[in-house]
């Protein structure tokens, strides 16, 4: 069985190719598509009613940075305005704060909630802060109850990152008439509720999704901004009717790639006489793979960041999202927790393997991420047993430092505004192949290599030590 394991990667593309097929098609009959007004409108019709009829107003994106861009752009923050922000984002997140002459103010978050303490934003809060930010990290979803009712005190937005958080519609019943707030699903679990469901606070002032290529339910692109507040929402929809549309032409050549990318990605077959030769001649192939699933592979520039942002969803994207809306086999998502559960069960509990945020009310498995003492030597040594664990999977990095890489004077961070627990998931974090399509008797080899590598590491430096 140690042979197959070379055959899974840590990263993958929930698609299939019926859906690439369906986008092809999209895009060779655009001109057949209906117009971009109805396309929208059915879009977010869809959203209103899978979201628990609740009065929200629901927003098409290219991606959430366009959105979270379009909500600094209406607001017209005054300069060094704050936005405290959770500890781990992505760059092009923090580099938008500062293009728009705003400062980012970190927060750190607990490993096993990844929750921003409610004290420790408390005392973040000044004159100047405008917003908080909270990001689902890795499909884990925080009860933000508090913050947001801290956010209405303060007089402040509150936003929800739920871009790696999207596990489908909320089947909570509406028949009684309840109103969404009660039926918030992290704060009030009943029978009826899906126990992965979340669709965001009902008092946030915007929530962002995305449906980018490494994200559940793809559509190789674009995003939801779900808005709470009309007069925000207008003002939003207004500044995105004025930009440029994304060309179908661009969106193509994306989709291209990422049906390239599906074959290194998901097909064993084809993975497994790749995966010889890479390790034959000794290459690095997930960093070329991630270097083109990335929008960035570094923080971009203001003017490089605002014109790729700065675009409307093309027609055939617009009626991709609503087809795999409609479409989308939840069983994926299903069995992609109970594999990463069966996973976290059979691994033994050493000082060196510790996972994250199962503390979390609602835990879903975007990738599978644990935290190690010697992440290095631990992908090292399952690489020797064919386990094509990786460290750089994902653009999350933690927020201090990219304050403090910057090209200019050294930056530093006073101590309330650092975040050590954010910092060590960051330099100790693997991905390992665990996700839905793994097969059950493949992870148990999984699960053995893993545990006996964590033994040897601990055994290791046990000795060491004497």
């Known amino acids: 069985m140690k042979n197959y394991l070379d055959s899974y990667k840590s990263i993958f593309l929930d698609i299939n190719l019926r859906d690439f097929w369906t986008i092809s098609s999209l895009i060779r009959n655009e001109q057949r598509l209906p117009s971009y007004e109805v396309l929208t409108d059915n879009l977010t019709q869809f959203w209103l009613e899978k979201n628990h009829y609740s009065k929200h107003y629901y927003l098409p994106l290219l991606c959430v940075r366009t959105g979270f861009d379009l909500f600094l752009r209406v607001n017209q923050f005054p300069e060094q305005s704050e936005i405290i922000m959770s500890a781990i984002n992505i760059p092009s997140m923090i580099t938008l704060v500062q293009c728009h002459r705003l400062k980012v103010i970190p927060c750190d978050i607990s490993l096993d909630t990844l929750e921003m ?25 925080v009860d933000v109850s508090k913050l947001v009712d ?38 009030n679990p009943s029978a009826d509720h899906h126990s ?14 995305s449906f980018g290529v490494l994200k559940f339910c793809t559509s190789l692109g674009g995003g939801i901004a779900k808005i709470s507040d009309y007069n925000l929402y207008k003002k939003m929809r207004d500044t995105s009717n004025r930009d440029p549309i994304q060309s179908i032409e661009q969106y193509a050549t994306n989709v291209k790639k990422y049906f390239y990318l599906f074959w290194l990605l998901n097909v064993p077959y084809v993975i497994k006489p790749l995966m010889y030769l890479v390790r034959l001649f000794k290459i690095n192939h997930m960093e070329f793979v991630v270097s083109r699933l990335r929008a960035f592979t570094k923080a971009p520039k203001p ?16 009626a991709f999202l609503a087809h795999r809306f409609q479409t989308y086999d939840y069983q994926h998502l299903q069995m992609q927790n109970q594999n990463a559960l069966y996973v976290i069960n059979q691994l033994n509990k050493t000082p060196n393997i510790q996972f994250i945020g199962l503390e979390c009310p609602i835990k879903n498995f975007w990738l599978f991420p644990v935290i190690v003492s010697k992440p290095d030597i631990f992908v090292r040594m399952l690489s020797e047993h064919q386990i094509d664990a990786y460290r750089g999977t994902t653009q999350l990095n933690v927020i201090t430092k990219q304050l403090t890489d910057t090209d200019n004077v050294p930056v530093s961070i006073d101590d309330c505004h650092k975040c050590p627990n954010a910092e060590y998931l960051i330099e100790h974090v693997i991905y390992l192949p665990v996700h839905c399509y793994v097969p059950k008797q493949v992870l148990d080899c999984l699960v053995k290599v893993v545990n006996q590598t964590a033994r040897q590491i601990d055994q290791y430096y046990l000795r060491s030590k004497l």
């Open 117 to 141: 303490n409610l004290g420790n934003v408390k005392r973040l809060i000044t004159s100047k802060t405008v917003a908080i930010v909270h990001a689902h990290i890795y499909g884990r979803c």
């Open 196 to 209: 992965t469901c979340y669709t965001g606070h009902p008092r946030s002032h915007l929530i962002l999704y």
């Open 150 to 187: 801290l956010a209405y005190e303060s007089n402040i937005y509150f936003i929800e990152d739920c871009a790696e958080s999207f596990s489908g519609f909320c089947s909570c019943s509406t028949k009684d008439n309840k109103s969404a707030l009660d039926m918030y699903c992290p704060t």
């Open 303 to 318: 003017e490089e960041l605002f014109l790729s942002l700065r675009r409307q969803p093309c027609r055939p994207l617009l």
